[in-house]
């Protein structure tokens, strides 16, 4: 759709005053047009009760189960509500890092000084048989070891080379969605443990607590569905969470460091979480395929 006249400028304007590009602009209203969940009215201490219930579900009723941390704010939300539910429970858990090669260096380290502070023995699970590559090559399908092949087949990619970076989805789905596919196989996991929320992304705001995956078999654990960006900030700050430094330099999601920016520069939770999208600062292209990432086993 191509629009001209009056309010393409009213749509330029109030994409530049919020930092936005049109595109953005329009897909950032139509996210806000989508209803909202009565759950989300809930104050932010039920919202919580609420998590911590359902994170001390998994443990009590789910055989072997991973957080999966990527050392984002979300994913630190759960790891946390793990921690005290797994004191409370007297059940263990493991904690699970996809790698995808081209984390942030600050990521990393910020993984690490937290699994020692907090007593954290961290399984890191990547694609070992795409390690060698670097960001930006062109990857041969032909090349490929046959059963990465086949994957891509199955989600329907047929182009003959892809490029190594997470902002097309042959990468995104052999890089993540394939490691934590075959570390549930391999491992015998029954539930993974992970920090979506209803309102970063519309391929996320049909999920439920518990969803069943088909393939393996085994059961999403979404504690924080119904936290706001706002929730998340205030439940880190008010119990003293570690926060990955790069928060504090403007991002307010992070991914891989080829491609993702900073959304200001202001620390993340001083931004205007209410009036700008969340996910600014990554790839338009990766955030449209998310739909497809999650149905084929992604988060």
């Known amino acids: ?115 020692a502070e907090w007593g954290l023995r961290i399984i890191f699970k990547g694609n070992e048989r795409l390690r060698g590559y670097k960001y930006g090559d062109e990857v041969s399908v032909d090349e490929l070891d046959q059963e990465d092949a086949d994957e891509l087949l199955r989600i329907g990619y047929t182009a003959r080379t892809f490029r190594f970076a997470l902002n097309n989805v042959a990468a995104n789905h052999l890089l993540k969605t394939v490691p934590m596919r075959e570390l549930v196989r391999n491992d015998g996991y029954e539930g993974l443990a992970v920090g979506i929320r209803w309102d970063e992304n519309p391929a996320r705001a049909g999920e439920v607590f518990f969803s069943r995956r088909p393939d393996p ?37 992070i991914d891989d460091k080829y491609e993702t920016r900073p959304s200001g520069d202001r620390p993340a939770w001083e931004q205007d979480l209410d009036g700008t999208p969340e996910r600014v600062g990554r790839a338009q292209d990766k955030e449209g395929i998310m739909e497809l990432l999650r149905r084929y086993g992604y988060m």
């Open 1 to 115: 759709m191509n629009l001209d006249g009056s309010l393409a400028r009213r749509i330029a304007e109030a994409a530049e005053a919020r930092g936005m590009d049109p595109a953005q602009y329009i897909s950032y209203l139509m996210d806000k047009s989508t209803p909202q969940r009565r759950l989300d009215l809930l104050p932010m201490r039920y919202k919580a009760e609420v998590a911590m219930a359902v994170s001390r579900a998994a443990l009590e009723s789910l055989g072997k189960v991973a957080v999966v941390w990527s050392g984002g704010k979300d994913s630190t939300v759960v790891l946390h509500l793990f921690r005290e539910a797994s004191s409370e429970v007297a059940r263990g858990y493991d904690v699970v890092f996809i790698d995808h090669f081209m984390h942030f260096e600050e990521t990393l380290e910020f993984v690490d000084r937290v699994a």
């Open 217 to 253: 078999a085994h059961i999403r654990v979404h504690p924080i569905l119904p936290f706001t960006e706002r929730d998340v900030w205030d439940y880190t700050i008010s119990r003293k969470l570690p926060v990955n430094p790069l928060y504090e330099r403007g991002y307010r999601s």
